[in-house]
């Protein structure tokens, strides 16, 4: 009875083993893929210029202002003349 029992379950086991590692076989083989990668490529082109014109809009003023000189301002290192 217990052998049986045992026996089901190491089967079981090597079932669910061998069927993760084909699984991650097949992803790892998908993904690395150039079809895949240019899949990926194209969608991200996708999205970023569809976002792009929305950010430029909302994000760029239309006007600035002047901007604020600073007169002692040096460069670290380098000496005045």
Do not use: C, H
């Not at 969608?43 to 430029?56: D, H, R």
């Amino acid at each position: 009875m217990y052998r049986k029992i045992i026996d089901s379950l190491s089967i079981l086991s090597f079932i669910l083993t061998s069927s993760t590692l084909i699984a991650a076989g097949i992803s790892y083989k998908y993904l690395s893929s150039n079809q895949f990668k240019e899949k990926l490529k194209k969608e991200l082109i996708q999205n970023v210029s569809e976002l792009m014109p929305k950010v430029l809009d909302e994000g760029l003023p239309d006007i600035t202002g002047t901007s604020i000189p600073d007169n002692n301002w040096t460069v670290p290192g380098v000496p005045k003349l």
